[in-house]
């Protein structure tokens, strides 16, 4: 039964929303009464005591590797914002495009009481699910606002106080939205006009620091209305190219263009005259008049680098990819170009010593030496000289000559440490000595040598968990982790067909002859688990192209291990390709990569009919978990 509180607001909803025409005044802000009457069309109830949707910790992780970088942009203003603010008992939340929470603030004190209200990390601020809220009603009006405690849609909110703005990409997309909340706070709404008066300065904050990363390499002109403020905080920031097409604006240089032109010219020229903007780069802030009667603005244009070099292409067939790992890739050799490490967790055999060559390929050190030490395979009493290297007579057995270390033989270049999880406590000393100081002393040498070296790290454990039971040192981990990437299993890999077409075609090649793949060994591989990621499915079809017969790998060509489902013997096997409808289900699908409306207009039937013969016939598609 719903409290006398709840059974309030449900009566002062109905009837503003019955009554709102003929109203003198409503109750709420207009933006507010706009969010009340679509959660009313999205048959939300008013009187709904349940909390937010929170997402599983799959797929929060994998939205929070997809916005990798909005998070990455936005952190440092974040923990600013929440220090502003968390006085006062607010937590603060960022949440993408679709409204799903990926980066949350809130001091410990308050965090049992914010997590029972709902605001917490993985919450989804949907307007179709939660009604009127701060994140959601801003993603739909697009423009910073206050939902206070009873403007709330649903009664399971009407005791927070939510103020929330936008945050756009400089092509005027939708990033997501910083929002700042409390449990508990004064009924009157003014008293949020200075917590959202700093939510929405944040937000420009954020949307200004994403401009200057994308617009590195490209002229960049910052202005004001008042001289003092052009380098510290500019209103306006245009980017154009070598040959003046606009390339990016922030929302403040949009709106003024919209405004001035009605809509967003292609080129500098059309706002600014060019030779005022030549003159615009040295020196103090100077005014600037735009086109027509615009008034002046005082401005600062920065030049692009001069040796800037275009950004090479981070893996061949990079279209086949999987979009987590394409973009980890992509951000991977940015951080490493800036001289942060790169730690690199995933399974056993996820592919993270490929990984890390493609970023060492694609980095300012490509053509430098890539050297590669796993700290599993080599003995611990081997370790050290491995590493480090050692003089002539350093010990008994040593080489008359000396070892350069490993060290020493990636200076200029990329050392890659596989398994540092198992790198030993007193090695761990060492290293980061040498990373910390540049400098590495081989066994029995009298002096220290300079390296210059960037060191990439793997490993499928958790280093975390590690450093809290002592076996992993804690000022390494934070030396390695300066940019950690999480690798996706090959299970979860939405690039499996493309990746398991590209090991067979080496596979095959080392064989000397071309190998075919059949439909049901084909469905075999995909439908399988691959507890060893990609170093098992190589290993699977080296054997299979070693064993098959007549070019066409078969079911019983493969491994035992992936014949443990229902296609567990050639007979069985043999029974499925039998059945026409079947084996002309599997060779569409295979034909159009697994893409289910492709597959069925080939076959002249719905996608609704190609699923439900799919699950007659016993079809398991890529991506689908076997129970």
């Known amino acids: 039964m719903l409290s006398a ?43 709904s005591l349940q909390g937010p949707r929170i997402l599983d910790q799959t797929l929060l992780r994998e939205c929070r590797e997809r916005a990798e970088l909005f998070l990455r942009i936005a952190s440092e203003e974040v923990g600013r914002l929440h220090g502003q603010v968390r006085g006062a008992d607010y937590c603060v939340l960022l949440a993408d495009a679709q409204g799903r929470t990926l980066d949350y603030r809130v001091d410990p004190a308050i965090r049992s009481d914010c997590r029972k209200a709902g605001l917490d990390l993985g919450t989804w601020w949907s307007e179709g699910e939660e009604g009127t809220c ?158 027509g009667d615009a008034p002046a603005l005082y401005v600062r244009l920065s030049a692009p680098p001069r040796q800037s070099r275009p950004v090479p ?114 090695l761990q000393t060492r290293l980061l000595r040498v990373l910390a ?24 454990r958790d280093l975390a968990a590690m450093v809290a039971d002592g076996s992993f040192r804690e000022d390494l981990y934070f030396r390695i982790g300066g940019a950690r990437f999480e690798l996706p299993p090959l299970r979860e890999r939405s690039d499996r067909l493309a990746l398991i077409n590209r090991v067979l075609e080496e596979e095959a090649e080392s064989c000397g002859e071309p190998v075919g793949l059949s439909a049901a060994a084909l469905e075999c591989l995909l439908g399988y688990r691959w507890p060893g990621n990609v170093r098992q499915l190589r290993h699977a079809l080296r054997y299979a192209c070693a064993v098959c017969a007549g070019g066409v790998i078969q079911p019983d060509d493969l491994p035992a291990e992936l014949r443990g489902g229902r296609l567990a013997t050639g007979e069985d096997a043999a029974a499925l390709a039998s059945d026409p409808e079947r084996q002309a289900l599997l060779d569409a699908l295979v034909r159009h990569r697994w893409k289910p409306g492709p597959a069925a207009e080939s076959l002249g039937i719905s996608r609704a009919t190609l699923y439900r013969r799919v699950n007659q016939h016993g079809i398991e598609m890529p991506g689908k978990r076997r129970g």
Request: glycine fraction near 8%; aromatic fraction near 6%.
């Open 437 to 460: 100081e540049g400098e590495v002393a081989p066994l029995g040498a009298a002096r220290r040598q300079a390296v210059d070296i960037q060191v990439i790290c793997a490993t499928h």
């Open 134 to 291: 701060g994140v959601a009603t801003v993603l739909a009006s697009k423009m910073p606002l206050t939902v206070h405690k009873r403007d709330h849609f649903r009664a399971a909110f009407i005791g927070l106080t939510c103020s929330a703005a936008p945050v756009f990409d400089p092509q005027g997309e939708l990033l997501g939205v910083l929002d700042v909340s409390a449990v508990q706070s004064p009924d009157d709404r003014r008293s949020q006009t200075l917590v959202r008066q700093l939510v929405a300065q944040s937000a420009r904050q954020i949307e200004n620091a994403f401009f200057m990363h994308s617009a590195g390499g490209h002229w960049i002109l910052r202005a004001h209305a008042a001289p003092g403020y052009v380098d510290s905080q500019p209103d306006y920031l245009f980017a154009w190219d070598a040959d003046g097409r606009l390339l990016a604006l922030n929302p403040a240089a949009r709106r003024y263009l919209r405004q001035r032109f009605g809509e967003v010219p292609g080129h500098i020229a059309e706002v600014f005259d060019p030779d005022a903007l030549r003159a615009a780069g040295d020196g103090v802030a100077q005014p600037l008049l735009g086109r």
């Open 313 to 426: 292409r981070v893996a061949a067939r990079g279209a086949e990819l999987d979009p987590r790992i394409a973009e980890h890739l992509r951000l991977a050799v940015r951080v490493k170009d800036r001289n942060l490490p790169v730690l690199i967790q995933g399974e056993t055999g996820a592919g993270k010593e490929v990984f890390a060559r493609q970023v060492h390929e694609a980095s300012a050190r490509r053509g430098k030496p890539f050297v590669a030490l796993n700290c599993a395979a080599i003995p611990e009493s081997l370790i050290e000289s491995e590493l480090f290297g050692y003089a002539a007579g350093a010990f008994t057995g040593a080489s008359s000559k000396g070892m350069r270390g490993l060290l020493q033989q990636a200076d200029g270049g990329t050392l890659f440490l596989d398994e540092i999880g198992d790198m030993p406590l007193t």
């Open 5 to 47: 509180h709840s059974k309030a607001h449900v009566d002062c909803v109905s009837r503003v929303l019955k009554n709102a025409s003929g109203l003198p005044q409503a109750p709420v802000p207009a933006p507010i009464l706009d969010s009340w009457r679509r959660s009313e069309q999205h048959r939300l109830d008013p009187g």
